[in-house]
């Protein structure tokens, strides 16, 4: 069974300064892997996703992350916090080995302070 | 292109009462799946339908059940309804496997 843990359930950063928001996985087979960020009373929004081409993603608003087989990691990073980058991260495992199922982590919630 | 619509957005029941969600994907995409989320719980999956057949389902009471139409739109009921089911119900679809979900805002029920 596939599971997701977010190792900190909340993060503070100052703006200008980077960001590490840590994910690590475990799935039974090959599995795709994202991250959404969710602002408060709106929807989820795609950050980026994993699908077995490079292991370092590229998403929107200049975050990124790196997929490492051996750490089961997926952490997301961001060279320099902006004030809008404050919400809630979720990291996401999917197994399409039948049908689509995405497993959520249970969330890390960003604050920027000025 | 339209995104994923969800109504109503809000709603407010009373226990014992069952109600009815509906989800409207984005145009193309043949797989809707539902989440259920809670602070206490996160966020859960609750099923996924494709082409009108649910094809994976979350570990949530037979209380739950959804359905997919021919033009890919969604209803998910629940009946009997219990003071725990008060959560925001978030819609997402996909044009198929391996690919990104992109959710729907949600529907807020509250079961007073």
């Known amino acids: 069974a596939q599971s997701v843990t977010q190792l900190d359930s909340h993060v503070s950063v100052s703006e200008g300064t980077p960001v590490l928001l840590r994910c690590n996985y475990s799935?039974?087979?090959?599995?795709?892997l994202f991250w959404y960020v969710q602002h408060p009373n709106k929807g989820l929004q795609l950050l980026l996703k994993y699908t077995s081409a490079a292991t370092l993603v590229k998403g929107i608003n200049g975050f990124e992350a790196e997929f490492k087989k051996s750490e089961t990691s997926f952490h997301l990073t961001k060279p320099s916090a902006h004030m809008s980058d404050a919400a809630e991260y979720f990291c996401v495992v999917s197994e399409s080995n039948y049908g689509q199922n995405f497993v959520f982590g249970p969330g890390t919630r960003l604050s920027v302070l000025p | 292109k339209a995104g994923v619509t969800q109504t109503p957005r809000y709603l407010i029941k009373t226990r014992g009462q069952q109600v009815t969600l509906s989800c409207s994907p984005i145009s193309g995409h043949r797989s809707v799946s539902w989440y259920q989320q809670t602070p206490g719980q996160g966020l859960q999956f609750l099923f996924e339908y494709f082409s009108e057949t649910q094809r994976n389902k979350g570990n949530f009471p037979g209380r739950f059940s959804g359905r997919q139409f021919s033009n890919s739109r969604s209803e998910m009921n629940v009946s009997t309804l219990e003071l725990g089911d008060s959560a925001l119900y978030l819609c997402a679809s996909s044009p198929g496997l391996d690919n990104e979900q992109f959710f729907g805002p949600g529907t807020r029920l509250t079961v007073l």
């Open positions: 799935s039974s087979y090959s599995p795709s």
